[in-house]
């Protein structure tokens, strides 16, 4: 009986290591193409709203286009950029000395530790969002 159990138990065993391999390699081949379409789908909605703010930024450009064949933006222009006075007003220009005080710059960033947890970089690899900038 030991024989027969032991012939059983190195079937059981090589039965056992074909469906682990098996099922690995169809976990690999279904989860790679599902994670790039994932991946895709999130590029697209990336482009779609970044259409959006690119669409948004053009309708304001032509509204300034529009605003600047008026008379009175032309000379507001003048005015702000090239310092334009009419004949009988007296323009000012205020000089900063050049060794003045500089501006303070913006304050270091210290390094944080990531905090994401260990599960949410898994979902994130299996939905392809880690091959999306953005």
């Known amino acids: 009986m030991t024989v027969r159990s032991t012939h059983l138990g190195r079937r059981f065993t090589g039965l056992l290591a074909f469906v682990v391999l098996v099922?690995?390699?169809?976990?690999a081949v279904g989860i790679l193409p599902v994670r790039t379409l994932f991946a895709q789908?999130?590029?697209v909605g990336?482009?779609?709203?970044?259409?959006?703010?690119?669409?948004?930024?053009?309708?304001?450009?032509e509204r300034e286009i529009a605003?600047?064949?008026?008379?009175?933006?032309?000379?507001?222009?003048?005015?702000?950029q090239f310092g334009y006075v009419r004949p009988g007003e007296i323009g000012y220009v205020v000089v900063t000395p050049s060794?003045?005080?500089?501006?303070?710059?913006?304050?270091?960033?210290?390094?944080?530790?990531d905090e994401t947890p260990?599960?949410?970089?898994?979902?994130?690899?299996?939905?392809?969002?880690?091959l999306v900038d953005g």
């Not at 099922?23 to 976990?27: K, N």
């Not at 990336?46 to 309708?59: S, T």
């Not at 605003?67 to 702000?80: F, K, Q, S």
């Open 99 to 113: 060794g003045g005080v500089p501006a303070p710059g913006p304050l270091p960033r210290l390094l944080e530790r």
């Open 23 to 27: 099922t690995v390699t169809l976990a």
């Open 118 to 130: 260990w599960w949410e970089h898994l979902w994130s690899w299996l939905t392809g969002r880690d």
């Open 41 to 43: 789908q999130e590029a």
């Open 46 to 61: 990336l482009a779609e709203a970044q259409l959006e703010a690119l669409e948004a930024e053009n309708a304001r450009m």
């Open 67 to 80: 605003a600047l064949g008026t008379p009175g933006e032309v000379e507001r222009l003048a005015r702000e």
